[in-house]
């Protein structure tokens, strides 16, 4: 499925009221991404790219979210098609019918969560040289141009994922990938890859952090390790209604 990345990425920056986070001096390559940001061009292979100057940024993008996954896709996914293949057949009378009590049956955890966005990750960065070959065949790139590789990954998890911090009154904290050491340590590997926006919703709260291998070591002053952590289950309700109103009582 189509990424629709620049509505995705919209959505977050408005969300955050663009305020794009980010640690140490990944500032001055945060400057430059705003340059990007403001051309983007929708493509295929990569999902996007952006020319600014004499530079050409690449944007590939994925999604993943904390519940297990197979080649069918993740758990999450799969029983919200459920659930909406389910209220789609529903036919409702003059009175309305009304569902109750849906079953969300995927549960949620660390290793799922950073099993996933290092699969994903891993299965994006291998094809960094087809992204460019196919951006050199548009006419795109040049050989005298430089270039940038960006992922722009996306936690899809419903209502988000986060853990108890440990202190009082019991407050909860969001995970933030780039925070995440086994992200971290993998991000560290892929040399090719200059920067990451990692997207994330948590209640009412959006985030968008920024990060790029120059600032790698500022994000591990506040990592943590998704061993050591235990993400909060968060099982939700799914309650729906379908309303017919009589075409004689429209006014």
Not at 26 to 52: K, N
């Amino acid at each position: 499925m189509k990424s629709g990345i620049i509505e995705r990425l919209s959505k977050y920056l408005v969300g955050c009221k663009g305020d794009v986070r980010f640690h140490g001096n990944a500032e001055l390559q945060h400057s430059t991404l705003q340059s990007y940001l403001a051309s983007l061009i929708q493509f295929d292979c990569p999902d996007a790219y952006s020319v600014a100057g004499d530079a050409v940024c690449i944007i590939e993008h994925f999604e993943f979210d904390s519940t297990q996954s197979t080649k069918k896709g993740s758990k999450s996914k799969r029983v919200v098609d459920r659930i909406d293949k389910g209220f789609s057949k529903v036919k409702p009378t003059e009175e309305g019918v009304a569902l109750r009590d849906y079953s969300y049956d995927a549960h949620h955890n660390a290793y799922n969560y950073i099993k996933n966005v290092l699969h994903n990750l891993n299965n994006h960065y291998v094809k960094i040289d087809t992204y460019t070959a196919n951006l050199k065949k548009k006419g795109v790139i040049s050989d005298t141009q430089s270039l940038e590789i960006g992922f722009f990954i996306e936690d899809t998890t419903i209502l988000g994922n986060v853990y108890d911090a440990g202190g009082w009154p019991q407050p909860v904290t969001p995970v933030i990938l780039p925070y995440c050491k086994q992200f971290l340590d993998a991000f560290e590997k892929c040399v090719k890859l200059d920067f990451c926006l990692c997207a994330s919703s948590y209640s009412s709260t959006d985030f968008l952090w920024f990060i790029n291998r120059a600032s790698i070591n500022d994000y591990r002053v506040h990592q943590i390790d998704l061993e050591t952590i235990t993400i909060i289950d968060f099982q939700p309700k799914v309650t729906g209604f379908k309303i017919v109103v009589p075409n004689e009582k429209v006014t």
